[in-house]
């Protein structure tokens, strides 16, 4: 019980150390934002679809309670996004199924990740955080035509 006890502590201060002391982050967690200002931080302040070059997109999401917004984006086929994504409340989860994308969404951060969508079809877009009640209602579609 005393070495179990022992290992916690030893095991939290480590944790600590390294989140606060040493300011260790998620890997794709590099740029911050105001979670009590994204609806008037460019360029949440106006989330979607942005085209950079031939096939080239970004794309700015907001995941809150209990949605993405916006909900719905559609590219071309052969397309590589770029999603950007942030939260004004709580944690939430971005995984795009039948892609790698697999981000979490944490507020004050905007997270960041790119596919190339070979394949043509609609592609469901979730929230894989339990962010509370409505978590089950909370997806969004990537549609590539
Ligand atoms: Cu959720």
Not at 5 to 19: D, M, P, Q, S
């Amino acid at each position: 019980m005393t070495a179990g006890v022992i290992t916690l502590i030893v095991f939290l201060c480590i944790l600590g150390v390294a989140a606060l002391h040493d300011n260790i982050v998620p890997p794709s967690h590099l740029q911050t934002i105001d979670p009590a200002q994204v609806s008037q931080t460019p360029p949440f302040d106006k989330p979607g679809l942005r085209k950079t070059g031939p096939k080239q997109y970004e794309a700015y999401l907001v995941a809150h309670i209990f949605a993405f917004t916006p909900e719905s984006i559609t590219v071309p086929a052969g397309s590589t996004v770029t999603f950007y994504a942030t939260s004004p409340d709580v944690v939430h989860g971005f995984f795009i199924a039948g892609t790698a994308i697999n981000m979490m969404v944490v507020p004050g951060w905007v997270s960041d990740d790119s596919h190339t969508f070979t394949k043509s079809g609609t592609y469901l877009l979730l929230c894989n955080e339990y962010c509370g009640s409505g978590h089950h209602f909370m997806y969004g579609k990537i549609v590539v035509q």
